[in-house]
């Protein structure tokens, strides 16, 4: 400060005149500059924007309005839910401290910053239908180091023609400490799967919830009745001849549950302990214990522990509890969880004779014995 004093006595009042004139001018055309590289669109999201993409951004003050925003758009499973809220929160702070955003686009330099990148998956949960799928998928995703893209992409299955950047585009923001994660149930028991998702990265992790495909089974039927009223019987469906036990395996209901069939494709491309098999009744009746596997496989700290969860009663399933700071507790959407169509015991039971021998195959397969009998 002495320095400058000293400096501004020294110099004679035409050159301090030149010099602020200088410091103005650059000063100008510093914010012409600015002006011209980050133009208002790109800094504010436009109010029109309804893609998918758009930034989730906790709502405070002015940031309220893109909330809302997202929040018209996404289904209820895609939006963060109040742990992922402060953990967002979190997030943004940690990556402003380390300047983190290593973007495929460059950053902005203010206002609405988005943060981290999106990634493909590091880990995938394949399946099986009516497994317990979406309940991996939300009970892994309270743990701070995953995100998750909350709708079935489809993409090694039904979409597959539009390109990996596509792909990419539907994931989550994530840090680089963080795994990106989806769920598409039918990638298990899709020939083309395993073949693409080794070609988009052979260190992909893959999740398998497998349950009695005698249950799956019913439970998969239940779910298309609820659509289609008018559909045939469970036993008309699933045989071709009742009276001689003859299974219909063309059914899809039906042919999902040839788990080792299914796994057997999967082994050309994946080695097995980069399979992580999660029991489906065991979900139910101990998720900490399931979820505590599921993140040792991942390579995560266990973080969702039994504190996570409760029982609820009416629902008859494990639920969500309130996460600490906001929100409220949280189990799975009705179609989780239905009262199963009544299908006689003589079915079931042929139906048993007809799975125990693929199970046996699974169980040796995966050295693991889910006792479904
Ligand atoms: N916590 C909790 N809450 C509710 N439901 C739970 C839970 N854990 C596992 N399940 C079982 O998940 C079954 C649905 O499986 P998916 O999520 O894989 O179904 S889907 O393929 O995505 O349609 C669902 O099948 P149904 O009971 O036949 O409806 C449930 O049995």
Redesign the pocket.
Known sequence: MGCVLLFNRLLPFSHRFTRTSIGLLSLLLSYLCYCALFPADTIMQKAGDLTPSCQWVPADGAKRRLQKSFSCVLPLDARPSSVEASRLKTDQRASSTHNVARNDTPSPPMGYVKFGNKKLPNAIIVG????????VLEFIRIHPDVRAAGT?THFFDRNYDRGLEWYRGLMPRTLESQITMEKT?SYFVTKETPHRISAMSRDTKLIV?VRDPV?RAI?DY??TLSKTPDLPSFQELAFRNQTLGIVDTSWNAIRIGLYALHLENWLHYFPLAQIHFVS?ER??TD?AGELARVQDFLGLKRIVTDKHFYFNRT?G???LKKPESSGSPR??GK????T?VQIDRDAIEQLRDFYRPYNVKFYEMVGHDFKWE
């Not at 099986?128 to 309940?135: E, I, P, Q, S």
């Open positions: 099986v239908k009516k497994g317990g799928t979406r309940a079935e149930p919830v249950t439970s239940t779910q489906g979900l139910i998720p629902k399933f494990p639920c189990c799975l179609s989780k969880g239905r199963h």
